[in-house]
Each structure stands twice: as structure tokens, then as C-alpha cells.
């Protein structure tokens, strides 16, 4: 009980100091914080997200429970705030699909303007009405799990995996025991891949951005990745990849991307379950996977659309 | 109304941004102003006081309306802190003396522990014990003056000035017309200096502490100074600083030491009423003042025992 509690104390002061430049962003962070005053309701600073257009966005303060985001407005204008993507290409983010704050223009994150000609008192009021939004969230949540900290990437009883769900693991290892049996529980070191139980289906970890070794890239809406060995590369000197990839018969991936998370750390994220679009990758030279669904279920990792 | 708020607005930011280094402060004192949530009572971070023993230390949240200090506390140890008066010696402090927290040692700030092994849970309740505690000094506190940001600096209506209601002004003719009738009202620039309006006293308005031209002191009991030219300064070159004083009969100060305050301005915090020991500045060459009274008469500016 109390182990978890130092780590919480540990977590919210890195979030808290993440926000430390931006005087507003501390006071308007903070007292929604304070003033929630629930430690089982977690939160993020500085979450980028991905829009429905998929255009990249930061939200200022990101409860995942209820994936609700909250920017805090500077500006005098209502303008979106739009995230170049190759500043953040190895981050985590969200996809803001489904959200509550759904909007004409797609998903928006809930707006808190802090700009000068706002009052102290006009801040604290759209504060009190966002806490007051955010217990009620928690109220009428049936099926709302506390933030446990120490168990925070685990999915324990989940049948599927939904990229809606914001599947996320610390290692690979946690991701690859979801697709195994009691029995068959693997305990080793981490590798960049493993087959399903049936064998025909690889649990896949790739960077999806250019890196020493792989030029991958995945579409803005996030249905289609490209994976390019780069140029004089080893991939690309030694051997033909896709050769290897169609003679092997290893055609279905289902996808964990591998990201820099919040605080600095490795994660891997649940892209969904994607499949070697044959045609194409010999007509491009490349393997080229589309997706075919975002669940898969638990832990025969088949697709369920 | 809504002008007060906007400097409530900058003020809060810039006390907050104070502590963004160390994230514990931050946590403690956004966590005690959002809970406390009442724009009545001010705060200053990192506010310096003196100790009945002479001793400077430095408080992390100070509320000045209750003459209440909270430390922060981040060792395993309840040491003492203590601060070198050479790193401050330009700074406004308070007088820690009368205080709430009164102690054998001499009077001690509110400590509140968030060092390694203290969870979460006890740093709450230990900032749900303070706010609940400020909370009930304020519904007590029958003269509690709201605090005003546009007339901090006022004390219209009081018939005394006394050193432990920490009087401070950001402009020296605000202090000179409070020892003024109506009538003879200043409105003219800033001067080192004034006459009351009996011409017997001068209001003073001295840099306590070394500087280019004077090597002033004040005791650690703030009942004695020493005003003593630089060797080599025009007012040692020059003139016998002492003999111009004893021939002019100016021997009653009302002093107002210039510190440059909490957020970087200029004020003039008010420190008693002064008389010259003839015996002893003749002897040590050079004005030494003896604080007879910390109070005095507005206007006239009379010594009250």
C-alpha cells in the first residue's frame, strides 16, 4: 500500500515538473490536481495525441481513464494547436478517436483559456467546471478502474485487445505472455518478436520511424505501414527482406509500436492486427502491411472485426 | 474589481514560479493555496525571516496576514535551517518574533516532512492539518483585513505604526505621508529623507548593510545601527559625517530600511524609532543609533513605550 504511494508521490512530482516553465500551464494543472484530490484518477502532462484527421496534438493535462484531454489556451483564439510530426516521431501518443470532446472540426481536447484579458476568477470557474466534469466521469463509470500504479500495464481478464483501449507494455516479454497459455508463459529476456501459440501469426515490435536500420513509417490515420530497410543497411545489403518475409509464409503481424513514453521511458503501444498486402509490397519492393482490425483476442491474438 | 484580479492573477504566477525548481515545493504549495481557495488570504514563497536568536532562515510559503511560516522539509532530520546573512544582506525579512508557532528553541516555521520515506498520504494530511488550521486563524481572526492587492502597501486608519505588524512601503513619500497632516500632504519625488512635521525627527530610509558609500549595520536584535561612511567615500572625504550631525542637533530617527523585496522590487520595511548614543559614536567616531521604542504616533511620529 504504502510502496505504491511513494511511487505515486515520485509520478506526479516528474509530471508536476514537466510543467514547470509554462507558469500557467503549473497553476492550471496543479489545482485541477488539488482539486480532484483522488489518487485514483491518474493523469499525464503533455500527452500528444493523434486527431481523427490525423493531425498531431499535445494536451496540456491527459486523463487516460477517461481519455479526456485538457489544453490550457494562452492565446486569445480558439486555434488547434498542431504538432509537426517529425518533432515527435519516436514519441508515444493517444489516438483521439472517440473521445468525449467530439467536435465539427473532429476531436478536441477540453479548451481552459488562461490568456490576459481572462480573470483569476474566470480561470478557477472553467477549472471547477472541468473537476466537477471529471468526478462525475468517475461516478457514473461503471466499470472505472482506480490507477494502481504498480499495475498499470496490466490488462489481467481483458478477452480483447482494442487499440481503443490504449494497450500499452513496458516490455515485450509483458506484451508476448498475454498470447500465451498458463503453460507456455515465457520468462526470458526481451526480442523484437514472437510467434502467436498457432505459429502463424508474429507479435510484432518494429520502431514505426526512420532509424539506423528501418526507414517504417505508418499512415496518419493508422491503418498502413511501410517497413523499408534503409539504404546500405545491413537488412538492405544482406538480404532481400521481403523475399525472406513471403518464403517464410510470415505474413500477419499484430503490432506493438515501440515509443518514447511520457517520462523518458520505453513503451510499446497496440497498433492492431495487420496483414502483408502481397501485391503491393513486390510491386514497391517492400513489405507493405495494412490493417486489418484493431482487436485481436486474448491470447489466440485472432482477429476480430 | 476584475484590475485586482488580473494582478492577483500575475501574482500567484510569480510566486509559484519560485519554486519550480524544487518539485516538492511546488507540490506543497500549490497543493495549500488550491486548498485553502480563498483569494482573501496572500501568500509570499521563499520569504527570509530573523529568529528571536538573531538567526536568518527562510520559509517556503509565508502568509503575512497571520504572521505564519510553513518550511518544507525534504531531510529526514528536523534541523534547522539556516541562512547566511552575507547571501541576503540587501533582502527584506520579517521579524519571526510573535509568532504562532512558538518553540523552546525560539520561534520555529510550520514544518511540513516530504522527505524519502514519508508516503503521499502523509504529505496530505499534513497540508490538510495547515490549510484547516489557516482556515479557522482567518474565521477567528475578528480584525482580518482581506488582502487587497491594489493597497497592500496601506495603513489608513492605524493611529500606530509597530515594527511586528510589518510595516512596508514600495515608495518612500507613502511613508512620509502617513507622518503627515492632510495639509502638508507630499506629492513630490522621492528623497533619502524628511523632517516630522516638528521638525524634531528625520524619517530614514537607510541601506542597512554595505554598500558603495556606507558601511551601515544593524544588530541581530535590530535594536542598534551603525552608520559608518567607506573609507574613501565622499561622505568620509568630504566631511566629518558625525560632528554635521551633532551641530544640526539631528539626533531622532525614524527608520524604514531599503531591501529589495520577495519579487525583486524595491521597498522600505519599517524598523523603529531610533536615538543617537552620543557617548558611544564619539567614542567609536562614527553615528550609532539605539532603538529606544518599535512603535510610534502617526502622524506625528511620536515614540510610544
Same mark, same amino acid.
Given at each position: 500500500?504504502?510502496?505504491?504511494?511513494y511511487?505515486?508521490?515520485?509520478?506526479?512530482?516528474?509530471?508536476?515538473?514537466?510543467?514547470?516553465?509554462?507558469?500557467?500551464?503549473?497553476?492550471?494543472?496543479t489545482?485541477i490536481?488539488h482539486?480532484?484530490?483522488?489518487?485514483?484518477?491518474?493523469?499525464? !502532462?503533455?500527452?500528444?495525441?493523434?486527431?481523427? $484527421?490525423?493531425?498531431?496534438?499535445?494536451?496540456?493535462?491527459?486523463?487516460?481513464?477517461?481519455?479526456?484531454?485538457?489544453?490550457?489556451?494562452?492565446?486569445?483564439?480558439?486555434?488547434?494547436?498542431?504538432? %509537426?510530426?517529425?518533432?515527435?516521431?519516436?514519441?508515444d501518443?493517444?489516438?483521439? !478517436?472517440?473521445d468525449? &470532446?467530439?467536435? *465539427?472540426?473532429?476531436?478536441?481536447?477540453?479548451?481552459?483559456?488562461v490568456?490576459?484579458?481572462?480573470?483569476?476568477?474566470?480561470?478557477?470557474?472553467?477549472?471547477?467546471?472541468?473537476?466537477? @466534469?471529471?468526478?462525475?466521469?468517475?461516478?457514473?463509470?461503471?466499470?472505472?478502474? *482506480? /490507477?494502481?500504479?504498480?499495475?498499470? &500495464?496490466?490488462?489481467?481478464?481483458?478477452?480483447?485487445? %482494442?487499440?481503443?483501449?490504449?494497450? =500499452?507494455?513496458?516490455?515485450?516479454?509483458?506484451?508476448?505472455?498475454? #498470447?500465451?497459455?498458463?503453460?507456455?508463459?515465457?520468462?526470458? @529476456?526481451?526480442?523484437?518478436?514472437?510467434?502467436?501459440?498457432?505459429?502463424?501469426?508474429?507479435? /510484432?515490435?518494429?520502431?514505426? &520511424?526512420?532509424?539506423?536500420? /528501418?526507414? $517504417?513509417?505508418?499512415?496518419?490515420?493508422?491503418?498502413?505501414?511501410?517497413?523499408?530497410?534503409?539504404?546500405?543497411?545491413?537488412?538492405?545489403?544482406?538480404?532481400?527482406?521481403?523475399?525472406?518475409?513471403?518464403?517464410?509464409?510470415?505474413?500477419?503481424?499484430?503490432? #506493438?509500436?515501440?515509443?518514447?513514453?511520457?517520462?523518458?521511458?520505453?513503451?510499446?503501444? &497496440?497498433?492492431?492486427?495487420? =496483414?502483408?498486402?502481397?501485391?503491393?509490397?513486390?510491386?514497391?519492393?517492400?513489405?507493405? /502491411?495494412?490493417?486489418? !482490425? !484493431?482487436?485481436?483476442?486474448?491470447?489466440?491474438?485472432?482477429p476480430?472485426?
Amino acid at each position: 500500500m504504502s510502496a505504491k504511494l511513494y511511487k505515486k508521490k515520485e509520478y506526479l512530482l516528474r509530471q508536476f515538473a514537466r510543467t514547470n516553465k509554462k507558469n500557467y500551464e503549473n497553476y492550471v494543472v496543479t489545482r485541477i490536481f488539488h482539486l480532484i484530490n483522488d489518487l485514483e484518477i491518474k493523469f499525464v !502532462t503533455q500527452q500528444y495525441f493523434k486527431r481523427d $484527421n490525423g493531425k498531431f496534438g499535445m494536451a496540456d493535462m491527459y486523463f487516460p481513464q477517461f481519455n479526456l484531454s485538457i489544453e490550457i489556451d494562452e492565446s486569445q483564439h480558439d486555434s488547434e494547436r498542431h504538432i %509537426d510530426q517529425d518533432k515527435i516521431r519516436d514519441r508515444d501518443y493517444v489516438s483521439a !478517436t472517440g473521445d468525449l &470532446f467530439s467536435h *465539427p472540426q473532429g476531436w478536441m481536447p477540453k479548451r481552459i483559456r488562461v490568456g490576459g484579458d481572462i480573470s483569476l476568477l474566470g480561470i478557477d470557474y472553467e477549472i471547477e467546471q472541468t473537476v466537477n @466534469y471529471i468526478k462525475e466521469l468517475k461516478k457514473k463509470d461503471a466499470g472505472f478502474i *482506480p /490507477w494502481n500504479i504498480d499495475n498499470e &500495464f496490466s490488462y489481467k481478464g481483458l478477452k480483447i485487445f %482494442d487499440v481503443h483501449n490504449q494497450i =500499452v507494455f513496458k516490455k515485450i516479454v509483458d506484451a508476448i505472455n498475454y #498470447f500465451r497459455t498458463e503453460e507456455l508463459k515465457y520468462d526470458g @529476456y526481451q526480442k523484437a518478436g514472437a510467434m502467436t501459440m498457432d505459429k502463424k501469426k508474429k507479435l /510484432w515490435f518494429p520502431k514505426l &520511424f526512420k532509424n539506423k536500420d /528501418w526507414s $517504417n513509417t505508418i499512415s496518419s490515420d493508422e491503418t498502413f505501414i511501410e517497413e523499408k530497410p534503409v539504404q546500405n543497411s545491413k537488412w538492405f545489403a544482406n538480404t532481400n527482406h521481403l523475399e525472406k518475409i513471403l518464403k517464410k509464409n510470415d505474413k500477419i503481424r499484430i503490432v #506493438f509500436a515501440k515509443v518514447k513514453g511520457n517520462l523518458g521511458f520505453v513503451l510499446y503501444r &497496440f497498433k492492431g492486427y495487420f =496483414v502483408l498486402n502481397e501485391e503491393l509490397s513486390k510491386k514497391k519492393g517492400y513489405c507493405c /502491411w495494412q490493417r486489418k !482490425t !484493431t482487436k485481436v483476442s486474448i491470447p489466440e491474438g485472432n482477429p476480430i472485426y
